[in-house]
C-alpha cells in the first residue's frame, strides 16, 4: 500500500472538475464508496473503500464486476455468487439495494470484514446506467456483537439442556415477557396455552408469597443491584404448587433505570424433599414419627422464653414405661415397637392440640404443658389432671401382635416458670422425679421438689466415696453359716461390709444400688470375689472348713459382662480355691435380658465347676422355664416367705411349693432368714436341704467366722488380703 494514499483513487479518463468535487465529498466520509461504470467496471474508490476491500489501488483499477479480487459473503456466512454482488444486482435489475448485509472476504487478510450496503444507479437523460455507486458502511464491530451473543446464547442452552432451570426474559420497557418451553412445563404447561404476559406468573404464584414477591420486585428494580434470587411457589397445572428457585439479572440503562429482567426459575421440588427427609430424620423419631430429643431441647428454649416474658407456669413430665426392657426381652423387639407406637398414638390423643409431645429413645417419652395456671397451685392441678388421663389411657390393655399386653408409665414432673431455668435442669429435675414414682410402686405420678436433688447429690457424693473406699480396700466380707437338716455346717454365704471408719460399718443395702447405678460394682464385686477366694484357698487346708461352700453374691450388672467367666476362671487359678467350693448366688433379675448369653456364661462358669444358687426366691419375675434352662444347683426360699411360714398358710403352701418344685428339678432348697424355731421346725419338717438365719448364726467378720468354725490361725495368715 502507498506510505501516504491519495483519498480519493481513479481510473484514467473521468472529467476533472467532477472529480475534485467527487474528492472533496468523499475523503472524509466514514464510509466506503465505490464508482462503477456500466459495465461494472471500478472507476473510482474512495480511501475508507480500499480499506475496507482490503485492496491497492492498483488491483482495484483491474477489478471487473465478477473478478475475484475480493469476494462477497452473505449474511449467514455463505460464498454470495458474482451475480448477487451489490454492483451487478444493480446493473441486472435496475434497482436500487439497500441495507445489505455483506461480508468482505479479503483472501490475503484471512477474515471478513462485514458492511452494511447501499447501491443505486445513476442514470443519463433517456434513463439508461451510467453509473453504479455502492456505498459501505463498516458493521464488523456490530456483527462481532451479534456472533458472540449467539454462542453464548448457545452456550446458555447447551448448559441449560438437561437440568431444570427454565429461562425467561421480560422487557420492563415494552413490557414483553419470554417464557421458555421449559418454563410452561414446570408448570405442566404447553408453550401456547396460557399468555404469555406478566400477569400470568403474577397469577400463578402462590397467593401467599404474591405480596413477598411483588414486594422483593419493587424494591428492586428502582434500586441498584444488578441481580436477585428468591423462593416462591409457582401453580402447576393439575393444581400442587412449585417451588421454584428464581435468579434474574437486572440489565440498566445509562440513567440506572431497570429495562430489563432475564433469568431462570429452577424446580426445587426434589431438593425441597431432600431437606424435608433430612429434617425428619434430624428432628424426628423414626418409629413413633414424634420429635426427638433434639427437636425438644430446641422447642424446649423456645418455650422457656415465651412462658418467661409471659410470667405463666409450664410443665415438663418425663416418662418412662414400666417394665418395659423386660417386654422387649420376652417378647421381642417388634412387639416392643409396637407398643411404643400405640403409646405415642394414645399420648398425642390424650393430649391438646399446643402441648408438645416427644420420644427421647427407649421408653421415655417428654410432654411440656405451657400456658398452665398463674399460681403453683393452679399449675399442679392441671398436672395432675393430665398426669391421670395419661395414665388412665396408658392404662389400658394393649393388643400387640395379636396378644394382650399390660403397660403402665411411671411419670416425673417439673414446673417451670418465668425464673431463668436451664433445659438440662429441667429434664433432670423430671428424671430424678420419675425414678421417684418408680420407687414408690410405679404407675404414678410425682412432683420434682428440691429434695430429690438433694437425694441425688446424696448418691453422686456416695459414688465418689465408694471409688474411694474401694481404691483404699475398704470393703470386707462378713460370713453367715448355712446349716443342713441334721445341723451341720455346710457353708456360709459372704455378705460384703464397708469400713468407711475406724467404727463405721456400712451395710450393703446401703450402697450395692449405688454401685450399680455408678457403675462401680464390676469393681466391688471383683473385690468381694477375691476375697471370698481367698478365704476358700485357706478353708481348703483347713481340715474343719475344707468341706464348706461359700457362697458369693453376684450383681446382675456383672454377669452381663462377657468377660466375668474368663475374670473369675483367672481369679481362681491365681488364689487355688477349689472352684466346686464357689457358689455364685444370683437374683432373678438377670434372666430378665439375653437369656441365651445368660445361660451361656453360666455354662462356662459351671464347666469350671462353679455353682449356682437363686437367691430370694419367688419375690422376683422369674418365668419357671428358667429354672430347668439355667444350670442351677439351689434355690434359696426368699425371707418374705419364711418370716410368715410358721403362721400364715399362704406362705406356707408357697415354700411347700417351691422345695416340691426344686425337688423336681433337682435342686436344693435353702432358706434364708430363719429367725425362729417355728419356722426351722416346719421347713426341717418339709424337707428344706439348709438353712441360715440369726437363729442358727448371724453373718460375723470372716476372721471371726474362721475362728469360731475351725480355721487354724496360722494358715488364715497366709492368704487373706482383708
Ligand atoms: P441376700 O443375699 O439375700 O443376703 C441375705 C441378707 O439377709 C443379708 O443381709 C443377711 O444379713 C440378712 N439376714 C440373714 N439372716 C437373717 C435373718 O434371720 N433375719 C433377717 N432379718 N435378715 C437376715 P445383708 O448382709 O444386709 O445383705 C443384703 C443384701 O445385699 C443381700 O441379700 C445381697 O443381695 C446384697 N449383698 C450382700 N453382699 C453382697 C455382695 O458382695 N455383692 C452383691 N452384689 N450383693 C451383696
Ligand atoms: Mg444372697
Ligand atoms: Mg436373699
Same mark, same amino acid.
Given at each position: 500500500m502507498h506510505a501516504n494514499p491519495p483519498s480519493i483513487s481513479r481510473a484514467d479518463g473521468v472529467p476533472?472538475?467532477?472529480?475534485?468535487?467527487?474528492?472533496? %465529498? %468523499?475523503?472524509?466520509?466514514?464510509?466506503?464508496?465505490?464508482?462503477?461504470?456500466?459495465?461494472?467496471?471500478v472507476v473510482a474508490a474512495n480511501r475508507h473503500a480500499l480499506a475496507l476491500l482490503g485492496r491497492s489501488e492498483h488491483e482495484v483499477w483491474a477489478t471487473q464486476a465478477g473478478d475475484a479480487a475480493w469476494h462477497f459473503v452473505r449474511a449467514d456466512g455463505t460464498r454470495m455468487p458474482p451475480s448477487e454482488y451489490p454492483v451487478n444486482a444493480v446493473l441486472r435489475t435496475g434497482a436500487r439495494v439497500s441495507d445489505l448485509v455483506v461480508g468482505v472476504s479479503r483472501p490475503d487478510h484471512g477474515d471478513v470484514r462485514w458492511a452494511i450496503c447501499n447501491a443505486y444507479p445513476e442514470r443519463d437523460g433517456h434513463g439508461a446506467i451510467q453509473r453504479v455507486i455502492v456505498c459501505f458502511m463498516d458493521c464488523t464491530v456490530l456483527k462481532d456483537a451479534e456472533q458472540s451473543l449467539h454462542k453464548s446464547e448457545e452456550r446458555m442452552r447447551l448448559a441449560l439442556q438437561g437440568s431444570t432451570d427454565a429461562p425467561w426474559d421480560w422487557d420492563l420497557v415494552t413490557g414483553e415477557i419470554y417464557y421458555s418451553p421449559r418454563w410452561w412445563e414446570m408448570l405442566g404447561y404447553a408453550p401456547d396455552e396460557q399468555p404469555a404476559d406478566p400477569e400470568t406468573w403474577v397469577r400463578l404464584t402462590h397467593p401467599d408469597d404474591r405480596m413477598r414477591v411483588v414486594a422483593v420486585l419493587d424494591e428492586l428494580l428502582p434500586g441498584q443491584r444488578q441481580s436477585y434470587s428468591m423462593e416462591f411457589r409457582l401453580r402447576h397445572r393439575d393444581g400442587h404448587y412449585v417451588p421454584v428457585l428464581s435468579r434474574g439479572f437486572i440489565?440498566?440503562?445509562?440513567?440506572?433505570?431497570?429495562?430489563?429482567?432475564?433469568?431462570?426459575?429452577?424446580? %426445587?421440588?426434589?431438593?425441597?424433599?431432600?431437606?424435608?427427609?433430612?429434617?425428619?430424620?434430624a428432628y424426628f423419631d423414626q418409629l413413633t414419627g414424634l420429635p426427638n430429643r433434639r427437636f425438644l431441647i430446641d422447642e424446649l428454649g423456645q418455650i422457656l422464653a415465651r412462658n418467661g416474658r409471659a410470667g405463666r407456669h409450664g410443665a415438663l413430665l418425663f416418662l418412662d414405661l414400666d417394665n418395659f426392657k423386660l417386654l422387649n426381652d420376652t417378647m421381642g423387639h417388634d412387639v416392643g415397637d409396637l407398643l411404643l407406637r400405640e403409646v405415642a398414638r394414645r399420648l398425642r390423643r390424650a393430649l391438646r392440640e399446643g402441648d408438645h409431645l416427644a420420644r427421647l429413645g427407649g421408653d421415655e417419652f417428654v410432654i411440656v404443658l405451657e400456658n398452665l395456671g398463674a399460681s403453683p397451685a393452679e399449675a399442679t392441678a392441671e398436672v395432675h389432671a393430665v398426669g391421670r388421663k395419661i395414665l388412665e389411657v396408658l392404662g389400658e390393655p394393649f393388643e400387640l401382635a395379636g396378644r394382650q399386653c399390660a403397660s403402665s408409665p411411671s411419670i416425673g414432673v417439673t414446673l417451670f416458670d418465668g425464673a431463668p431455668t436451664g433445659i438440662d435442669t429441667l429434664l433432670r429435675q423430671a428424671d430424678l422425679a420419675m425414678y421417684r414414682a418408680k420407687e414408690e410402686g410405679r404407675n404414678t405420678l410425682r412432683f420434682f421438689d428440691p429434695g430429690m436433688q438433694a437425694a441425688a447429690d446424696r448418691q453422686a457424693a456416695l459414688s465418689a466415696a465408694l471409688r474411694t473406699g474401694l481404691a483404699r480396700r475398704q470393703f470386707v466380707l462378713y460370713c453367715q453359716p448355712q446349716f443342713g437338716h441334721d445341723g451341720s455346717l455346710v457353708g456360709a454365704e459372704a455378705l460384703v461390709r464397708w469400713k468407711r471408719g475406724a467404727d463405721e460399718l456400712v451395710g450393703p443395702g446401703e450402697f450395692i444400688g449405688a454401685a450399680e447405678s455408678g457403675g462401680l460394682i464390676a469393681a466391688l464385686g471383683m473385690d468381694v470375689l477375691e476375697q471370698g477366694c481367698h478365704a476358700l484357698a485357706r478353708w481348703a487346708r483347713a481340715p474343719r472348713l475344707a468341706p464348706l461352700k461359700l457362697a458369693v453374691n453376684v450383681s446382675v450388672h456383672q454377669l452381663r459382662d462377657p468377660d466375668f467367666p474368663h475374670a473369675v476362671a483367672t481369679l481362681l487359678?491365681?488364689?487355688?480355691?477349689?472352684?466346686?467350693?464357689?457358689t455364685l448366688e444370683l437374683t432373678e433379675s438377670v434372666f430378665a435380658r439375653n437369656p441365651d448369653d445368660?445361660?451361656?456364661?453360666?455354662?462356662?462358669?459351671?464347666?469350671?465347676?462353679?455353682?449356682?444358687?437363686?437367691?430370694?426366691?419367688?419375690?422376683?419375675?422369674?418365668?419357671l422355664a428358667y429354672l430347668a434352662r439355667f444350670p442351677l444347683a439351689a434355690l434359696k426360699i426368699d425371707r418374705s416367705f419364711v418370716r410368715e411360714v410358721d403362721?400364715?398358710?399362704?406362705?406356707?403352701?408357697?415354700?411347700?411349693?417351691?422345695?416340691? %418344685?426344686?425337688?423336681?428339678l433337682h435342686l436344693a432348697t435353702i432358706a434364708e432368714g430363719v429367725e425362729l424355731d417355728a419356722q426351722q421346725a416346719f421347713l426341717a419338717a418339709h424337707g428344706c436341704d439348709v438353712m441360715q438365719g440369726y437363729l442358727l448364726g448371724r453373718p460375723v467378720a470372716m476372721e471371726e467366722f474362721e475362728r469360731r468354725y475351725g480355721v487354724v490361725r496360722a494358715q488364715a495368715a497366709s492368704g487373706s488380703s482383708t
Open positions: 476533472h472538475d467532477a472529480l475534485r468535487c467527487f474528492d472533496d %465529498l %468523499l475523503a472524509h466520509l466514514p464510509a466506503g464508496v465505490v464508482m462503477h461504470d456500466a459495465t461494472g467496471r440489565l440498566r440503562d445509562g440513567l440506572g433505570a431497570a429495562v430489563r429482567l432475564t433469568g431462570t426459575n429452577t424446580d %426445587l421440588t426434589e431438593r425441597k424433599q431432600v431437606e424435608h427427609r433430612i429434617h425428619e430424620l487359678a491365681a488364689t487355688g480355691a477349689p472352684a466346686d467350693r464357689l445368660l445361660v451361656d456364661r453360666m455354662q462356662q462358669l459351671r464347666r469350671l465347676g462353679v455353682h449356682f444358687a437363686l437367691d430370694d426366691f419367688g419375690t422376683g419375675y422369674s418365668s403362721h400364715d398358710p399362704n406362705a406356707s403352701s408357697i415354700v411347700e411349693a417351691i422345695i416340691a %418344685l426344686a425337688r423336681k
